[in-house]
């Protein structure tokens, strides 16, 4: 039973790039939530899709963006990338309108130079 | 203040019982989860509990929730080497998803 897997584990940009993340969830879940983890803090909410739609969003500038697929994978792409960007990005996954926690991956470390 | 607090290191001797410790403000939330995170690695849930439960036991983990101080507690029993790593406290809010501490950095020493 595959969990939930991430790519690329590693990345370094530029400040002013485009990034694109990219997350499987775990079998029989459709629901996939993506979190930033700045070093030394815990993982802020940034959003959440089901049904191919952004069904909530946290606290972060709409240069964050994402996209879910029919197969649930989803991808999170960050415009004009800041220093400020850096972190750990991590995608976890469940099952929608159920109690069942969420499950991460391990996520993708990006750093901005 | 935070959304969630936690103390941000433990140390503890390998065989002893560890206590992290968490308080949160959000009243509504239905569950709080216990995650672990070792050095550059995602997040492992360890147990989670719903809100209406008092004590939850899984193997060497007990979770604790007074709900009235809305304290939320994990404690680790024979703690070993393998458990040394950050430990989050989380609970869910909106359509789970999940507000975070800043984590307590557990070291267990031989």
């Known amino acids: 039973d595959a969990g939930v897997t991430q790519s690329p584990t590693h990345l370094i940009k530029t400040r002013g790039q485009q990034v694109t993340l990219r997350c499987s969830p775990k079998s029989g879940h459709d629901t996939v939530s993506w979190y930033q983890q700045a070093l030394g803090q815990g993982p802020q909410f940034i959003f959440q899709?089901?049904?191919?739609?952004?069904?909530q969003r946290g606290n972060f500038p709409d240069r964050f963006s994402g996209h879910q697929f029919p197969n649930y994978s989803s991808e999170l792409n960050v415009n004009a990338l800041l220093l400020g960007d850096s972190a750990l990005y991590l995608c976890a996954s469940s099952l929608g309108n159920s109690n069942q926690p969420q499950h991460f991956g391990d996520g993708t470390r990006l750093s901005i130079l | 203040g935070e959304d969630v607090e936690q103390s941000l290191f433990l140390s503890v001797r390998e065989g002893d019982s560890s206590v992290i410790n968490c308080t949160y403000t959000d009243s509504s939330s239905t569950y709080l989860y216990w995650y672990k995170q070792e050095p550059g690695a995602g997040l492992q849930l360890l147990t989670y509990i719903f809100s209406n439960m008092d004590m939850k036991q899984d193997q060497r983990l007990t979770v604790l929730l007074n709900k009235k101080d809305k304290h939320l507690s994990l404690r680790i029993a024979d703690t070993q080497t393998g458990d040394s790593a950050i430990y989050f406290c989380a609970y869910n809010s909106g359509y789970s998803t999940l507000t975070f501490g800043k984590g307590t950095m557990l070291l267990v020493s031989p």
């Open positions: 899709y089901y049904e191919e739609e952004e069904r």
